[in-house]
């Protein structure tokens, strides 16, 4: 079965939803004063952890994948859970880096830990939950017609770290820095996405990559999106990569998962620029449906990104 | 390596944790007004769940272990999250057995599904998350000396029925009935919990047999314990499957894991009588150590119960 064929089987059987519809970065529900988001994501070795990353990498992602989608909702971290899934022939050393991994990245968050759980497994199995507060949550739904869209740092170093590792590409240990950088220790843009709470109109986190979180913008909020390419923040090392491999710099960047970047939409007329390093990339659209929007044409993006079900690459 | 070396493991690399110190049946924060509860528990098809096991019975174990934590701390549960590791060749019935039981719990239970998560792994893996709200957490940690020991329900029937079914002893359907309602389709004592919030000292649910719970408690709340045998609620299904099976019946009640009752402790003095089926078991005392006194005398109990990357039984 395919994951959103599985979703939805589930759904058909869990009526009793939290305060806000699912499809959000991550569920919510609404305490006293404030709003509770809580999000989990596991993360499978064989098919989410590349060779070349280290436990301690492994361990750190574990928590980046799920503080990210705190981030995404405007939401203050405030606490991260695991569960561990241990095969019985993985080392201790191997399981030592994945504790200093989820270590420095609580330190990183500044989060604390507060539950964990171990089992024997036949495959590393990290399952991690982030909890955060916010006094109302941002969403996936709030963006309106004509307004700004924008993404916080760069895109595609991810993917294209990938593919250089992938396909053996030969490159300078600087540009390899760069590119694994990205590909191997993605960081959560939690201060960002509490910067935008009040600002932005709606947010998503980047895990499938720019294409596909596009298109559930446009879908959940209801509006049009067209995308300037040439507007969209690639560092040259993704054009080198691009170019090595006879692909199209932006077709990387939109395709590019676990980047963990923000993508959010600004509303007419609003006063305050955020603080940090963003781009605007585009705007949204009366209608529906995801464009990219060059001076020459206006074409269809393609649904780019991965199934986790699916074989990436 | 063994669950606690892990665990010990983890933790060194683990220095930021919750409000409350790390070892409770689940972690806490505490927020504006309230404290937040959170808590999560893997269960993996291989280890944990025995072939008679409906799909529906095994969805609604991964709610019930963890809102079972939730209870114990006297909270009440507020949201349930879980993520699904799903082998390839499991079929479409399995899942959907597993969406319904899940589904039913959160039904019974009165619990919203916050969010969730699908993967692919090479065994079923459910791994359930809840959260819970409360004033005031109970803890492990706050019996004294001279109190009294409490269980709800009754004990022994989670490893009867295990026992029974295991060996393949021939019972009547009623006896079967009565031992497969608590190792098949336990559940959690979430009323209990909250009423006990503000009337017992300290409490802690039964997952891993009462031995094992009693030992916990007295080490979190540093006083001794001592258990009357003769008043442990054991119900005559248990004395018959023991006698069948040349086993002590107070044994087994002892061992018995994934009962999902609360043990507690209540103060000196205490005036509200818990207006629930519960039982006094034994008292507290100075000092230390975990016996089991007859009229006759005074033994240590056995640390008995199963660590789950342990083979049981």
Chains 1, 2 share one sequence.
């Not at 060779?51 to 992602?61: A, L, S």
């Not at 504790?99 to 964990?116: E, M, N, R, T």
């Not at 596909?212 to 049009?224: A, D, F, Q, T």
Request: a negative charge.
């Amino acid at each position: 079965m395919r994951e959103s064929e599985i979703i939805s089987l589930f759904f058909r059987h869990l009526q009793k939803q939290g305060d806000l519809p699912l499809g959000d970065d991550a569920g919510a529900i609404r305490l006293d004063d404030e709003w509770l988001v809580a999000t989990n994501d596991m993360l499978v070795r064989k098919t989410d952890v590349p060779d070349i990353m280290t436990p301690e990498q492994v361990g750190f992602k574990a928590v980046t994948m799920n503080v990210s989608d705190v981030a995404a909702m405007g939401a203050r971290p405030v606490g991260f859970l695991f569960s561990l899934g241990i095969p019985d022939d993985l080392g201790a050393g191997y399981l030592e880096g994945v504790a200093k991994g989820i270590g420095k990245a609580l330190d990183f968050y500044g989060v604390p830990v507060l539950s964990a759980d171990t089992n024997e497994a036949d495959d590393l199995i990290i399952d991690g939950i982030a909890l955060g507060t916010t006094k109302k949550p941002l969403t996936r739904s709030g963006a309106k017609p004509g307004e700004i869209i924008c993404a916080t740092g760069d895109l595609g170093r991810a993917l294209a770290g990938l593919l250089a590792w992938r396909k053996g590409l030969e490159i300078s240990p600087s540009l390899r820095r760069a590119l694994y950088e990205k590909f191997l220790e993605p960081k959560a843009r939690v201060r960002e996405g509490m910067a935008l709470n009040g600002i932005a109109s709606a947010a998503i986190d980047i895990s499938d990559g720019l294409s596909k979180e596009l298109h559930i913008l446009s879908k959940m909020s209801n509006v049009g999106i067209e995308i300037y390419p040439n507007r969209l923040p690639i560092r040259e090392e993704v054009f080198y990569v691009a170019k090595e491999l006879g692909e199209d710099p932006v077709m990387l960047a939109l395709a590019s998962g676990e980047e963990f970047e923000l993508v959010f939409t600004l509303p007419e007329g609003f006063s305050e620029i955020p603080d940090f390093n963003c781009t605007p990339i585009g705007r949204t659209l009366k209608g529906g449906g995801v464009y990219i929007t060059t001076e020459e044409k206006r074409e269809e993006m393609p649904l780019l990104g991965w199934e986790h079900l699916a074989s990436h690459l």
